[in-house]
């Protein structure tokens, strides 16, 4: 399977311009995966979103993610490169529409993981403890306390850090979290990669870049945009390089 044309690069980038990030990650996958319906995508888990997001990277612009960031202590930019095959979790089938089962103490709840479409629901939310409790109505299906129901938005503190710790057992890919070192200050700490965040970034440079490239060509050889793109990477090089000699 192919990745992203230039057509598509500029018509995706077009689309997820102004969106939340949620729904930018469905729409680069609804690019990818035409095969797939939105509301297919919208169900899979966080963790089965991003993986499909990573293959799309690699199809598209390749196995390597360049990335920076900052350090917390002395603010020194750091730029760093992984592996998508680093970031990568293998091994943890993961069905459609599963139902887990937590046990703890006397209490005994049902739950699913999280999806996007949990996450879009959650989008005009700003309060932090209404956007838990929505999340765990959206998630726990059953809960019950020595055999009495237990509405979610009641549970105890530590019932739902276990929870929240069984939900990233299950669906490991939704949390990455990368150990950086900064030479500067030798400060160590942990990041959370945004995988979508991360793919949604690299179409928008790519998309810009594409945008140079028809400019540059079109004032040149008054092509249209479309032939522009309908041109191979090389070919297009190529005209570029003869525009600036």
Not at 118 to 123: F, Q, R
Not at 203 to 228: H, Q, S
């Amino acid at each position: 399977m192919s990745g992203l044309s230039s057509t598509s690069m500029l018509r995706t980038w077009e689309a997820i311009s102004g969106r939340g990030m949620v729904e930018q990650a469905l729409i680069l996958l609804a690019a990818g995966y035409p095969e797939l319906d939105r509301e297919r995508l919208a169900t899979l888990s966080i963790g089965q979103r991003d993986a499909l997001l990573l293959s799309l990277h690699e199809r598209t612009f390749g196995a390597r993610l360049e990335a920076y960031t900052e350090c917390p202590c002395c603010r020194e930019r750091l730029e760093f490169g992984i592996d998508t095959a680093d970031i990568r979790v293998t091994g943890v089938p993961i069905e459609s529409d599963a139902e887990y089962r937590l046990v703890y103490g006397d209490l005994d709840l049902t739950y699913r993981l999280p999806t996007s479409a949990d996450l879009l629901t959650l989008v005009d939310c700003r309060d932090t403890d209404h956007v838990q409790d929505r999340l765990l109505e959206c998630c726990v299906l059953q809960a019950t306390w020595a055999g009495n129901p237990v509405k979610p938005v009641d549970l105890p503190g530590s019932v739902i850090a276990e929870l929240a710790k069984a939900i990233v057992e299950r669906d490991p890919q939704a949390e990455v979290l990368l150990d950086l070192h900064c030479p500067s200050c030798d400060h160590r700490w942990q990041t959370l990669l945004e995988i979508a965040e991360f793919v949604s970034r690299k179409v928008t440079i790519e998309a810009k870049r594409l945008l140079c490239e028809v400019d540059a060509l079109a004032r040149a050889y008054g092509w249209r945009e479309a032939d522009i793109l309908a041109l191979s990477p090389t070919r297009r090089q190529a005209y570029l390089e003869l525009v600036e000699i």
